[in-house]
């Protein structure tokens, strides 16, 4: 769903910000990007995952951050799940591995018939960036996904 | 004519053996008849096709390979924090900033705190004023409930602006057709068999059930997909259920420790919240996911005892091993052992919802054979084929689910 405060337009970027959120809220100790958390990142936009017997943390718009000392962290990175990867605020070095994280944003976003973007497709890119980044949720696509190449990349690699 | 001496046996070896088929001494014993062969499977159950059909938006017939359908869900009147506030602050960071626009009321439940929005916000950084309407003013942590209350007016007042929403995206998805066919020499089709292998109707059931069973793993892990050939022309490949159900997953790693009620519990309550939702779900297991929940549920006194008593059943409509769960809030689902497909995932398992799916085919194209397919110089054979159009459409994807991971077999045989 898409909201239009004044009139009612089609717009394809802007929709809303992202909010990282567990089942239990009280494992998030900071925001994305700051300081002594880790920033999880799924291709879906609401991945559970067990942690502990009677505990799921989740993915809220295909962010999950958890303080840099739950041990859900262990939990997560021990799936080795292609679907969740561990966003770091360092880019790829090596063109190769640019290229295909390129590819591969690419792909998230412009999933539409024909090779539109699509809104899904930029929430899931947002969800790649921090409160800290301060990203216009209107910026275009290729914008997003060329601020994207400069600043992250996946703990696991591409 | 050999000679040979010795002791007269018939198992030895390097000589005549009683176990070769071949031997021509020693008459072959069978515990029954040669063509008593023991089916272990009549045939494999496609459960997921023949749910297909029985869905209520089952066998449409569409004349496009490609359709489109979109979901929307209705106006929200909260949001929360996108960052922790601090007291006597002017501004909020809404996550769901567009709720708002001048002259709304914010109201932070959780620190009893009320806000006026000063103007109209363009991005998540809100304007209030805090001395308007009075009330304490504390900090609130990143995340904190906050709703949005009715547009007070003034003696004078104007009308305030509102917001709408639009559809999301256009979901949109294609009609895949798949076939195959088999020839059989008119010597074999001719030949008279002592039982049903090699005989026309057993190798038209053979085609006709591997079909169902690849449909049904496209059914499952297909992914959309559409290009041009320079002889075939174009294809379309329509989108399975993993590739359509993004929004909510379970993994339950590979311990099986974790696999717990709260755990399942917690995944399965968020899928009836939509409005579209069914009553109740069907679940599709692998046999080891069917096994774990089956015990979590009974432990955790969560199953429906049917009744003769028992909590499995023989599903005659899908032909498969169910039972019945409930969620901690009452909400039903069945659950059904999915031997096949899910064979080698029997850690896996889809839930899924029959309000929002639909399901079809490409007018007239359906499934169906088409004989007598030999060309005119292949006066020797006979050949057939089986051929299928489908598309499954998921529609509201937050009412259906995916369950991965949980015990492992001890021993692999």
Redesign the interface.
Known sequence: MVRGNKSIIDRVAGDKKEEPKVSNPSSVTGEKGSAGVVHFWSTQSKYSVAVAPGKNVRFNKHVLVLGSSDPSIEVVRGLGTVDIKEVIDVPFTKDTDLAKFNKFLQGIVYSGERGTATRRGLVALSGLFNSKDDISAGADPDVLIMQVLKRKSFKEGI | MDRATGTILTTSPSALSVFDLDNRFRAQLWEDSPEAVRMQQPENDAQLITFMNKLPRANRDWTNP?M?YSI??ALESNT?L??AYAAAQDHVHL?????V?AGSVIYLPETGQQMYVDE?PT??TVSVILTKLGGINVAAA??AVVTIGAPYMGELSELR??????????Q?NYITMAGNYFAMSKLQLNAAMTTNFGTITKEMENIKFQILQQVQASLLFATRSTWSDATEKQFYVGNGLMAQL????????TLG????W??FN??LE?MFESSLSAMKKDMFCGPELFRDLLNTARTAGRIELNPEGKTTYYSPDLGSLSYDITTDSGHRVSVHEEKWSLKDLSDWGFVLDSNNLGAGQYKGLGPQWFMDLQSNSEVMKVKHGFFMSWALNVFDD?TMGIV??GTQTIVNR
């Open positions: 490609i489109r929307d869900t929360t996108e960052s996550v769901d900033w567009e709720l626009s109209t991005d998540s990143s995340g602006a509102s917001h709408t929403t639009t559809p999301g995206d256009p949109y993004q929004s909510n997953t379970l993994n339950l790693g420790h974790n696999a717990t709260p755990n917690d995944f968020p937050s991965r991971g």
